[in-house]
């Protein structure tokens, strides 16, 4: 009942939005959280729809962080009906645009999504170099302790136990 209720809350804001004409950035939101709520309910035709307008009015709206969570959902979207080439495209997208704005957490967002795409697809070798990259970028701007820089840290930890590289692993793990 969760995923009806969060669809049902979702189409409301976007209700709202369309008929009050409130500003781009909070009819963009309410957009990629509608999308999310119908991915969660399984209804992709439907998320298809609302993200790619989300997406067109985040970058209206000229709201670079926005349009980062509209092109992480839309390559979620995009993985889930078996594109992996297209979500990758679009995550490498939203990383370039997050870097470019200077917006470290839609970066570090990016950069999650980017490894866990190729992780959870079995590819943990591909998720390597991603996630090496994040976690220095975590480092360098002071968010390693962040939930993303955290999260960053456990998946290198453990892709580079799979991969064999014990050291390796329990020195990403390591703490201070």
Known sequence: DAADLAVRSAEEAVGLADVAEVDATSAALARVILARALILAHRTDDARTHVERALVEAQAAR???????????????????????VATQRLGSALRLAKSERDLAAELRAHYALASLHYYNGDIEGSLPVLKAAVARATESGLRWSS????????????????GDLDGSLQAAEMF
């Open 63 to 85: 709201s670079p962080g926005l349009e980062v969570e509209a092109l992480t959902t839309a390559a979620f979207l995009a993985e889930l009906e078996g594109d992996r080439d």
């Open 148 to 163: 993303h820089g955290v999260e960053l840290r456990l998946l290198h930890a453990i892709a580079l136990y799979l991969t």
